[in-house]
């Protein structure tokens, strides 16, 4: 998440080039924890595939950061690395 808790960056490589409205697919994030998952339905802000980047924003109410650890964990300018894992819903998903 970034900015206003409204936005989410990821990789430009899971977003795919069109979706087939006809059998209801759309763009989506899952939020939350345990059983206590929230589905929300995206809009992509902006693309850049040269760097492989996306800005998607989530509908509803902003979501609260993640917290990573301590700030003093991270230095200004250090690599750092995120991973994650892409899910696909089309018209089996009802909500």
Same mark, same amino acid.
């Given at each position: 998440?970034?900015?206003?808790?409204?936005l989410?960056?990821?990789?430009n490589?899971? !977003?795919?080039?069109?979706?087939?409205?006809?059998? $209801?697919?759309?763009l989506?994030i899952? /939020?939350g924890? %345990?059983? +206590?998952i929230?589905m929300?339905?995206?809009?992509v802000v902006?693309?850049d595939?040269?760097?492989?980047?996306?800005?998607?924003? !989530?509908?509803?109410?902003?979501?609260?950061?993640? $917290?990573?650890?301590?700030?003093?964990? /991270?230095?200004e %300018?250090? +690599?750092?690395?995120?991973t994650?894992?892409?899910?696909?819903?089309s018209?089996?998903?009802?909500?």
């Open positions: 998440m970034v900015g206003d808790g409204q989410v960056a990821t990789n490589h899971v !977003i795919p080039d069109s979706l087939d409205a006809e059998n $209801r697919e759309r989506a899952f /939020a924890r %345990g059983k +206590a929230d929300r339905s995206v809009t902006a693309r595939p040269e760097h492989d980047l996306a800005l998607l924003r !989530i509908s509803g109410n902003p979501l609260k950061p993640l $917290r990573l650890g301590s700030e003093s964990g /991270a230095r %300018g250090q +690599a750092i690395a995120f994650g894992f892409p899910s696909a819903w018209s089996g998903c009802t909500t």
